[in-house]
């Protein structure tokens, strides 16, 4: 019995070492890994601030809509970022990111026919507290709803906020003659807290959001009628009547030096201002009469629809052409002033 008792105590002391040896200290430890190289992992939405997100949609047809999205971020946290991954939304092509250097290298990790997730590589790491801007260009595929029974076309657009946003900005400018549409009990604009301007022909509708948070993704509803078509109209002159024959003689030949000036003007205007592009689709409009359909136009000058849109909107500024609008295309005009640039 008195043998028995001292197994039992010795055992009883070996259970107690070993215990007070592999006192557990609430630590998991990691094979393989000192605790310098464990770090937690940390999601880019919580170490970037945008400052300001701004959106520009350019309609300038229901085939043509082009994106312009300029983000200003910060780096929050003291950890490095060389990557930022970015949802746009809708259905995008023709996507090109810049900076203020050049273009910036990017993935497309998913595309659906809503959403398009982005991964563009900064120009060099962003550290706590510096920040960066850049740009992303895009066509927008998913095109507005044109409503026949009501005549307008339905566009919305849903924008996704990837991050903590101060500042966030949309505008929409609406194709040249084209107008809000209004009808009882119809919302034409939403959200209703916007502002309208004009520039030229075209209307801007904008918006200004404020402290938006990841899980907030702001629609936005237009509801606009289809651009009407504006005959030419001839100039007016005022004549003055007098007795006095030498009078008219005067103003007739002021008014044809002029003209002589401004021509002269406007071909030195082509040489010094237009680039090759714009130089290719004067010529080419030249050659077919001064009229052609813009997406022939775009063929015979071998360019992109993106390419062509882009460069007649700036001839079309400066009033070398003019556009009507024909169905689901357009014909381009040369105008007098754009014959006189490439005489």
């Not at 070996?14 to 890994?33: A, H, Q, W, Y």
């Not at 047809?61 to 970015?86: M, P």
């Not at 549409?181 to 520039?199: D, M, R």
């Not at 007739?252 to 237009?274: H, I, N, P, Q």
């Amino acid at each position: 019995m008195v043998l028995q008792r001292r197994e039992i105590s010795i055992i009883c002391l070996v259970i107690i070492s070993t215990l007070l040896l592999f006192k557990p200290d609430n630590r998991c430890e990691v094979f393989g890994l000192d605790n310098s190289e464990i770090q937690p992992y940390l999601s880019a939405s919580d170490l970037i601030l945008v400052k300001s997100h701004i959106i520009q949609i350019d309609i300038q047809t229901s085939e043509e809509i082009y994106v312009t999205e300029i983000y200003n971020i910060e780096n929050q946290e003291n950890v490095s970022i060389s990557s930022v991954d970015l949802w746009l939304n809708h259905s995008c092509s023709n996507i090109t990111v810049q900076d203020g250097t050049g273009n910036l290298d990017f993935y497309e990790l998913v595309q659906t026919t809503a959403h398009c997730l982005v991964s563009l590589d900064l120009r060099q790491p962003l550290e706590m507290n510096e920040s960066t801007v850049f740009y992303v260009y895009y066509n927008l595929d998913l095109m507005p709803l044109y409503v026949d029974a009501t005549d307008y076309f339905y566009f919305e657009y849903s924008s996704t906020i990837n991050f903590v946003t101060l500042n966030h900005y949309l505008s929409v400018k609406l194709p040249e003659n084209s107008y809000i549409h209004e009808e009882a009990g119809l919302t034409s604009i939403y959200p209703s807290n916007h502002t309208q301007n004009v520039a030229g022909k075209r209307l801007i509708i904008s918006w200004s959001l404020h402290n938006l948070n990841p899980t907030v993704n702001p629609i936005y509803i237009l509801r606009f009628d289809p651009p009407s078509l504006e005959k030419s109209n001839l100039p007016i002159w005022a004549f003055i009547v007098g007795p006095l024959a030498g009078i008219s003689i005067g103003v007739a030949s002021t008014y044809f030096l002029m003209r002589r000036r401004e021509g002269k003007s406007m071909k030195d205007m082509g040489v010094l201002f237009l680039n090759e592009s714009q130089k290719i689709l004067l010529t080419i409009l030249k050659e077919s009469g001064g009229k052609i359909a813009q997406s022939d136009l775009g063929r015979n000058a071998a360019f992109t629809r993106a390419k062509t849109s882009r460069n007649l909107l700036l001839l079309e500024e400066q009033g070398l052409i003019r556009k009507e609008k024909w169905g689901r295309n357009a014909i381009v005009y040369l105008t007098k002033s754009g014959e006189k640039v490439i005489e």
